[in-house]
């Protein structure tokens, strides 16, 4: 399996704090039944300067580690980059990247409402030839109130990615309710685990995908780990269509 989405890199972000918790939350994701993950460390200008250079180092660091430590999990460089003014900037300077390089590049939105100029944002990076993906629209207060907000990002050719604790229901019953809502609409397009250590902010992608089967079946299982893989390797993403 794989994972799009994760804050597995040591002592540079919010995620593991040291070299120590990033081995513990490999072995966690092995666990899991992850065999590849994508680092995907905050980048936000000022908060976290987690530019593309360090995440390529960081990353190829990590993987030497766990090689020695023979645990099988091959991480690949990615980055979560918080939407603003400056991205295009950022984009140009070679500061940011796709996951794993590809034209799939992860944008956080900031949690409570979404900035007017996201869609412009789009069209830009559009222009590119990148496609976003929209990380967990599921916990962005202003997309729960109004959906169609995400839609429209939706139409214009942006993908999005729901974390797996917000299926299982760590994030209270109403992003789960959501959650549910945005898969049965084909709103989504990724589950990912988000994991930032390995307690309260876990993998939980075992259970999600446990849930995601029994409520609408093997197949959505199936296409969403497919999306996950075509994204690794920049291959064309599934639209997950219902009857
Ligand atoms: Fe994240």
Do not use: C
């Not at 766990?66 to 070679?94: A, F, H, T």
Request: proline residues 4%; glycine residues 6%; charged residues 25%.
């Amino acid at each position: 399996m794989i994972d799009i989405h994760s804050h597995i890199l040591p002592d540079i972000d919010d995620g593991a704090g040291n070299i120590q918790e990033s081995i513990e939350m490999a072995r966690k994701a092995v666990e899991q039944g992850i065999t590849n993950i994508i680092a995907t460390p905050h980048y936000n200008r000022g908060i976290y300067e987690n530019d593309k250079e360090k995440v390529l180092e960081e990353t190829r660091k990590i993987n030497r580690v766990l090689d020695d430590l023979n645990i099988p999990l091959k991480v690949w460089p990615g980055q979560e980059i918080r939407i603003s003014d400056e991205l295009m900037d950022d984009y140009d300077n070679n500061k940011i990247m796709g996951l794993n390089g590809s034209q799939y590049i992860l944008l956080e939105l900031p949690s409570n409402h979404v900035p007017r100029y996201t869609e412009r944002l789009i069209y830009d990076l559009q222009m590119k030839r990148m496609t976003p993906i929209i990380a967990h629209p599921e916990r962005n207060l202003e997309i729960l109130k109004n959906p169609r907000l995400l839609k429209e990002l939706i139409w214009k050719g942006a993908y999005s990615q729901i974390t797996a604790g917000s299926i299982t229901g760590k994030f209270g019953w109403r992003t789960k309710r959501f959650s549910k809502f945005l898969v049965h609409s084909g709103l989504t397009h990724f589950i990912a685990s988000d994991a930032h250590n390995v307690g309260n902010r876990g993998f939980q992608i075992m259970e999600a995908q446990k849930m995601i089967e029994k409520n609408f079946g093997q197949e959505v299982v199936k296409a969403f780990n497919e999306n996950a893989e075509n994204v690794l390797y920049g291959m064309k993403v599934k639209e997950l269509l219902f009857d």
